[in-house]
Protein backbone atom coordinates (compact mmCIF):
# COMPACT_ATOMS: atom_id res chain seq x y z
CA UNK A 1 0.00 0.00 0.00
CA UNK A 2 1.82 3.75 -1.30
CA UNK A 3 0.69 6.81 -0.11
CA UNK A 4 0.80 10.21 -1.34
CA UNK A 5 2.58 11.92 1.67
CA UNK A 6 2.11 12.66 4.96
CA UNK A 7 2.83 11.77 8.43
CA UNK A 8 2.20 9.80 11.21
CA UNK A 9 2.90 10.43 15.19
CA UNK A 10 4.79 7.13 16.99
CA UNK A 11 1.20 6.41 18.55
CA UNK A 12 0.01 4.38 15.42
CA UNK A 13 2.94 2.27 14.15
CA UNK A 14 3.79 1.44 17.83
CA UNK A 15 0.15 -0.19 18.06
CA UNK A 16 0.77 -2.10 14.61
CA UNK A 17 3.92 -3.76 16.27
CA UNK A 18 1.94 -4.75 19.44
CA UNK A 19 -1.00 -6.38 18.06
CA UNK A 20 1.31 -8.15 15.30
CA UNK A 21 3.59 -9.09 18.56
CA UNK A 22 0.68 -10.79 20.13
CA UNK A 23 0.07 -12.62 17.07
CA UNK A 24 3.25 -14.28 16.84
CA UNK A 25 5.46 -11.76 14.74
CA UNK A 26 8.72 -10.93 15.69
CA UNK A 27 8.41 -6.52 16.14
CA UNK A 28 12.43 -6.47 16.47
CA UNK A 29 12.32 -7.81 12.76
CA UNK A 30 9.25 -6.41 11.60
CA UNK A 31 10.65 -2.59 12.33
CA UNK A 32 14.00 -3.65 10.70
CA UNK A 33 12.55 -4.90 7.58
CA UNK A 34 10.75 -1.98 7.36
CA UNK A 35 13.23 0.48 8.06
CA UNK A 36 12.12 1.80 11.21
CA UNK A 37 13.99 2.51 14.26
CA UNK A 38 12.49 1.28 17.62
CA UNK A 39 14.13 4.29 19.26
CA UNK A 40 11.57 6.27 17.04
CA UNK A 41 8.48 4.47 18.90
CA UNK A 42 9.59 5.51 22.39
CA UNK A 43 8.71 9.27 21.47
CA UNK A 44 5.24 9.93 21.06
CA UNK A 45 6.14 13.15 19.14
CA UNK A 46 8.26 11.21 16.68
CA UNK A 47 6.55 11.34 13.12
CA UNK A 48 6.65 8.54 10.10
CA UNK A 49 6.39 8.84 7.20
CA UNK A 50 2.67 8.06 6.28
CA UNK A 51 3.93 5.49 3.40
CA UNK A 52 6.53 3.69 5.83
CA UNK A 53 3.73 2.98 7.99
CA UNK A 54 1.43 1.98 5.82
CA UNK A 55 3.99 -0.47 4.37
CA UNK A 56 4.65 -1.80 8.36
CA UNK A 57 0.86 -2.63 8.34
CA UNK A 58 1.11 -4.62 5.14
CA UNK A 59 3.94 -6.47 6.67
CA UNK A 60 2.32 -6.60 9.59
CA UNK A 61 -0.60 -8.21 8.33
CA UNK A 62 1.21 -10.72 5.82
CA UNK A 63 3.21 -12.07 8.97
CA UNK A 64 0.26 -12.99 11.48
CA UNK A 65 -1.73 -13.60 8.40
CA UNK A 66 -4.81 -12.55 10.59
CA UNK A 67 -7.37 -10.39 8.62
CA UNK A 68 -8.83 -8.94 11.68
CA UNK A 69 -5.47 -7.11 12.43
CA UNK A 70 -6.92 -3.56 12.41
CA UNK A 71 -9.37 -4.38 15.07
CA UNK A 72 -6.76 -4.87 17.38
CA UNK A 73 -4.86 -2.30 16.19
CA UNK A 74 -7.49 0.06 17.16
CA UNK A 75 -8.37 -1.19 20.31
CA UNK A 76 -4.44 -0.53 21.71
CA UNK A 77 -4.66 2.95 20.16
CA UNK A 78 -8.01 3.29 21.82
CA UNK A 79 -6.12 2.26 24.61
CA UNK A 80 -3.01 4.45 24.78
CA UNK A 81 -4.99 7.46 24.58
CA UNK A 82 -7.17 6.46 27.36
CA UNK A 83 -5.66 9.55 29.53
CA UNK A 84 -6.40 12.03 27.16
CA UNK A 85 -9.75 10.50 27.11
CA UNK A 86 -9.95 10.49 30.89
CA UNK A 87 -9.28 14.37 30.96
CA UNK A 88 -11.99 14.95 28.62
CA UNK A 89 -14.89 13.76 30.74
CA UNK A 90 -13.50 16.57 33.23
CA UNK A 91 -15.19 19.18 30.96
CA UNK A 92 -17.17 17.62 28.26
CA UNK A 93 -20.49 16.60 30.12
CA UNK A 94 -22.27 15.14 27.34
CA UNK A 95 -21.43 12.58 24.35
CA UNK A 96 -23.00 15.44 22.10
CA UNK A 97 -19.95 17.71 23.38
CA UNK A 98 -17.47 15.02 22.95
CA UNK A 99 -18.24 14.11 19.76
CA UNK A 100 -17.62 18.26 19.02
CA UNK A 101 -13.68 16.88 19.73
CA UNK A 102 -13.45 13.75 18.12
CA UNK A 103 -12.27 15.39 15.00
CA UNK A 104 -9.97 17.17 16.63
CA UNK A 105 -8.58 14.25 18.50
CA UNK A 106 -7.25 12.53 14.98
CA UNK A 107 -4.86 14.90 14.46
CA UNK A 108 -2.82 13.44 17.81
CA UNK A 109 -2.78 10.35 14.67
CA UNK A 110 -1.02 12.59 12.26
CA UNK A 111 -1.81 12.70 8.77
CA UNK A 112 -4.71 10.16 8.95
CA UNK A 113 -7.32 11.86 7.58
CA UNK A 114 -10.85 13.41 9.43
CA UNK A 115 -13.82 12.24 10.56
CA UNK A 116 -17.20 13.77 10.45
CA UNK A 117 -20.46 13.45 12.32
CA UNK A 118 -23.91 13.87 11.08
CA UNK A 119 -27.23 13.51 12.27
CA UNK A 120 -29.25 11.36 9.45
CA UNK A 121 -33.14 11.04 10.41
CA UNK A 122 -32.95 9.04 13.87
CA UNK A 123 -29.39 7.68 13.81
CA UNK A 124 -25.94 10.13 14.24
CA UNK A 125 -23.21 8.74 11.66
CA UNK A 126 -19.56 8.47 12.33
CA UNK A 127 -17.92 9.22 8.88
CA UNK A 128 -14.08 8.29 8.23
CA UNK A 129 -12.54 10.30 5.57
CA UNK A 130 -8.78 8.86 5.21
CA UNK A 131 -6.28 12.13 3.49
CA UNK A 132 -5.76 9.48 1.08
CA UNK A 133 -8.29 7.95 -0.94
CA UNK A 134 -5.96 5.15 -2.42
CA UNK A 135 -6.64 3.99 1.52
CA UNK A 136 -10.06 4.29 1.74
CA UNK A 137 -11.00 0.54 1.22
CA UNK A 138 -7.90 -0.65 2.64
CA UNK A 139 -9.15 -2.93 5.38
CA UNK A 140 -6.96 -2.85 8.01
CA UNK A 141 -6.84 0.82 8.82
CA UNK A 142 -10.73 0.87 8.34
CA UNK A 143 -11.36 -1.55 10.90
CA UNK A 144 -8.52 0.36 13.43
CA UNK A 145 -10.45 4.15 12.90
CA UNK A 146 -13.85 2.25 13.27
CA UNK A 147 -12.72 0.06 16.17
CA UNK A 148 -11.09 3.19 18.15
CA UNK A 149 -13.59 5.32 17.87
CA UNK A 150 -16.51 2.82 19.15
CA UNK A 151 -13.90 2.02 22.05
CA UNK A 152 -13.65 5.55 22.92
CA UNK A 153 -17.18 6.42 23.13
CA UNK A 154 -18.29 3.38 25.06
CA UNK A 155 -15.51 3.78 27.92
CA UNK A 156 -16.25 7.60 28.63
CA UNK A 157 -19.90 7.69 28.37
CA UNK A 158 -22.31 6.42 31.81
CA UNK A 159 -24.82 4.57 29.51
CA UNK A 160 -23.88 1.74 26.56
CA UNK A 161 -23.31 3.06 23.24
CA UNK A 162 -24.82 0.73 20.92
CA UNK A 163 -23.88 0.54 17.14
CA UNK A 164 -26.71 0.11 14.78
CA UNK A 165 -25.18 -0.51 11.81
CA UNK A 166 -21.43 -0.26 10.40
CA UNK A 167 -20.68 0.60 6.91
CA UNK A 168 -17.02 -0.69 5.15
CA UNK A 169 -16.12 0.37 1.80
CA UNK A 170 -13.92 -3.17 1.25
CA UNK A 171 -15.46 -5.97 -0.01
CA UNK A 172 -17.83 -8.83 2.09
CA UNK A 173 -14.33 -10.80 4.03
CA UNK A 174 -14.64 -14.34 3.90
CA UNK A 175 -15.18 -14.42 7.86
CA UNK A 176 -17.23 -11.74 9.71
CA UNK A 177 -17.06 -13.09 13.11
CA UNK A 178 -14.88 -10.65 15.05
CA UNK A 179 -16.21 -7.58 13.07
CA UNK A 180 -19.96 -8.66 13.97
CA UNK A 181 -18.58 -8.92 17.83
CA UNK A 182 -17.04 -5.03 17.66
CA UNK A 183 -19.80 -3.55 15.67
CA UNK A 184 -22.98 -6.08 15.68
CA UNK A 185 -24.54 -7.78 13.71
CA UNK A 186 -25.42 -5.15 11.18
CA UNK A 187 -23.02 -4.81 8.68
CA UNK A 188 -22.64 -3.64 5.09
CA UNK A 189 -19.76 -4.33 2.64
CA UNK A 190 -18.77 -2.40 -0.46
CA UNK A 191 -19.89 0.84 0.38
CA UNK A 192 -19.27 4.45 -0.43
CA UNK A 193 -18.14 5.28 3.45
CA UNK A 194 -16.88 3.85 6.11
CA UNK A 195 -18.85 4.63 8.87
CA UNK A 196 -20.86 3.96 12.24
CA UNK A 197 -24.66 4.35 13.02
CA UNK A 198 -25.63 5.05 16.43
CA UNK A 199 -28.87 6.03 17.77
CA UNK A 200 -29.57 9.53 17.48
CA UNK A 201 -30.67 9.91 21.45
CA UNK A 202 -26.89 8.92 22.28
CA UNK A 203 -25.39 12.72 22.09
CA UNK A 204 -27.52 13.71 25.29
CA UNK A 205 -25.67 10.42 27.33
CA UNK A 206 -24.05 12.09 30.49
CA UNK A 207 -19.93 10.92 30.48
CA UNK A 208 -18.79 9.48 33.24
CA UNK A 209 -17.64 11.49 36.09
CA UNK A 210 -14.30 11.47 37.32
CA UNK A 211 -14.61 13.44 40.41
CA UNK A 212 -12.98 10.85 42.36
CA UNK A 213 -9.32 10.02 42.90
CA UNK A 214 -8.49 6.95 39.77
CA UNK A 215 -6.29 5.81 42.33
CA UNK A 216 -3.59 6.13 44.50
CA UNK A 217 -0.64 6.16 41.64
CA UNK A 218 -3.24 8.56 39.34
CA UNK A 219 -1.47 11.69 40.70
CA UNK A 220 -3.62 14.27 41.85
CA UNK A 221 -6.82 12.72 39.21
CA UNK A 222 -7.96 14.10 36.77
CA UNK A 223 -11.00 16.40 38.07
CA UNK A 224 -7.96 18.22 40.72
CA UNK A 225 -7.08 19.64 37.43
CA UNK A 226 -10.22 21.64 37.24
CA UNK A 227 -10.64 22.98 40.34
CA UNK A 228 -12.01 26.62 39.87
CA UNK A 229 -9.61 29.33 41.77
CA UNK A 230 -12.59 31.61 41.21
CA UNK A 231 -14.85 29.65 43.43
CA UNK A 232 -15.91 32.89 44.76
CA UNK A 233 -16.92 34.72 41.85
CA UNK A 234 -19.89 32.46 39.91
CA UNK A 235 -19.34 34.49 36.52
CA UNK A 236 -15.37 34.02 36.14
CA UNK A 237 -15.95 30.64 37.27
CA UNK A 238 -18.64 29.70 34.57
CA UNK A 239 -16.56 31.73 31.94
CA UNK A 240 -13.37 29.46 32.40
CA UNK A 241 -15.17 26.12 32.70
CA UNK A 242 -16.79 26.61 29.42
CA UNK A 243 -13.05 28.10 27.58
CA UNK A 244 -11.77 24.22 29.12
CA UNK A 245 -14.57 22.98 27.64
CA UNK A 246 -14.21 24.75 24.22
CA UNK A 247 -10.35 24.64 23.93
CA UNK A 248 -9.85 21.17 22.56
CA UNK A 249 -12.44 21.35 19.66
CA UNK A 250 -10.33 24.38 18.57
CA UNK A 251 -11.55 27.45 16.83
CA UNK A 252 -12.54 29.24 20.33
CA UNK A 253 -13.62 32.70 19.68
CA UNK A 254 -15.70 35.20 21.72
CA UNK A 255 -18.80 34.07 20.04
CA UNK A 256 -18.73 30.72 20.67
CA UNK A 257 -18.27 31.43 23.94
CA UNK A 258 -20.72 34.14 24.28
CA UNK A 259 -23.41 31.13 22.58
CA UNK A 260 -22.09 28.17 25.48
CA UNK A 261 -22.60 31.26 28.11
CA UNK A 262 -26.22 31.82 26.85
CA UNK A 263 -25.24 35.49 26.72
CA UNK A 264 -24.56 38.22 23.65
CA UNK A 265 -21.40 39.41 23.05
CA UNK A 266 -21.67 42.86 23.90
CA UNK A 267 -22.97 41.13 27.40
CA UNK A 268 -20.00 38.74 27.95
CA UNK A 269 -17.80 42.14 26.68
CA UNK A 270 -19.17 44.79 29.07
CA UNK A 271 -19.08 42.05 32.29
CA UNK A 272 -15.49 40.35 31.55
CA UNK A 273 -14.25 44.16 31.27
CA UNK A 274 -16.27 44.80 34.86
CA UNK A 275 -14.23 42.46 36.21
CA UNK A 276 -10.61 43.49 34.50
CA UNK A 277 -10.11 40.79 32.40
CA UNK A 278 -11.39 40.58 28.08
CA UNK A 279 -11.73 37.40 26.34
CA UNK A 280 -7.82 37.03 25.17
CA UNK A 281 -7.06 37.89 28.81
CA UNK A 282 -8.42 35.12 30.28
CA UNK A 283 -8.04 32.85 27.20
CA UNK A 284 -4.27 32.84 28.29
CA UNK A 285 -4.90 32.78 31.76
CA UNK A 286 -6.47 29.70 31.30
CA UNK A 287 -4.24 27.98 29.05
CA UNK A 288 -1.72 29.73 31.24
CA UNK A 289 -2.91 27.89 34.02
CA UNK A 290 -4.07 24.58 32.46
CA UNK A 291 -0.88 24.16 30.91
CA UNK A 292 1.66 23.98 34.22
CA UNK A 293 -1.11 21.44 35.04
CA UNK A 294 -1.18 19.10 32.30
CA UNK A 295 2.81 18.85 32.54
CA UNK A 296 2.72 18.24 35.96
CA UNK A 297 0.50 14.83 34.84
CA UNK A 298 3.39 12.67 33.26
CA UNK A 299 1.01 10.32 31.85
CA UNK A 300 0.07 13.37 29.31
CA UNK A 301 2.38 13.59 26.18
CA UNK A 302 3.22 17.21 24.98
CA UNK A 303 1.04 16.79 21.91
CA UNK A 304 -1.93 15.82 23.64
CA UNK A 305 -1.39 18.72 26.07
CA UNK A 306 -1.00 20.75 22.97
CA UNK A 307 -4.59 19.80 21.76
CA UNK A 308 -5.96 19.66 25.12
CA UNK A 309 -5.17 23.80 25.19
CA UNK A 310 -6.84 24.42 21.66
CA UNK A 311 -3.63 24.59 19.41
CA UNK A 312 -3.67 23.36 16.12
CA UNK A 313 0.28 21.05 16.88
CA UNK A 314 2.97 20.94 18.98
CA UNK A 315 5.09 23.98 17.84
CA UNK A 316 2.25 26.32 18.63
CA UNK A 317 2.01 24.99 22.01
CA UNK A 318 5.76 25.18 22.58
CA UNK A 319 6.15 28.81 20.82
CA UNK A 320 3.48 30.16 23.41
CA UNK A 321 4.54 27.92 26.28
CA UNK A 322 8.06 29.97 25.98
CA UNK A 323 6.45 33.27 25.84
CA UNK A 324 4.83 32.59 29.40
CA UNK A 325 7.67 30.69 31.16
CA UNK A 326 10.67 31.17 29.11
CA UNK A 327 11.81 27.79 28.67
CA UNK A 328 9.91 24.85 26.46
CA UNK A 329 7.28 22.68 28.06
CA UNK A 330 10.00 19.80 28.15
CA UNK A 331 12.15 21.66 30.09
CA UNK A 332 9.71 22.53 32.35
CA UNK A 333 8.68 19.24 32.25
CA UNK A 334 12.27 18.11 33.22
CA UNK A 335 12.88 20.80 35.94
CA UNK A 336 9.51 19.80 38.01
CA UNK A 337 10.92 15.88 38.27
CA UNK A 338 14.38 17.12 39.41
Same mark, same amino acid.
Given at each position: ???????????????????????????????? $????????? !??????????????????????????????????????????????????????????????????????????? +?????????????????? /? =??????? $?????????? %????? =??? %????????????????????? =???????????????????? %? %?????????????? $????????????? $????????????? +???????????????? !???? +???? /??????? =???????????????????????????? +???????????????????????????????????? !?
Amino acid at each position: MKSSGGSVFALGPRAVVQAAAALGVNGDALLR $DVGISPKLL !QDATERIPLGTYLNLYRVAQERCGDPDLGLYVGHIVYFSGINLHLYMTTFCRTLKEYFNVIPSTLRLRGDMGRIL +IRAEGDYIRMEWHPLDER /T =ASWRPLV $DEMLKSATDI %VNAIC =ALP %VPVRAAEFTYALPDDTRALKR =AFGPNLRFGCELSCLYFPRE %V %VRYPLIDLSFELSS $DFCRGPAGMFTAS $DAGDPFLRDTRAA +IRRALPGGALTIDSLA !QELS +ISRR /TLQRRLN =AHGSSFKRILQEVREEQSCRYLDDPRLA +ITEIALLLGYSDQASFSNAFKLWFGCAPSEYRLRAE !Q
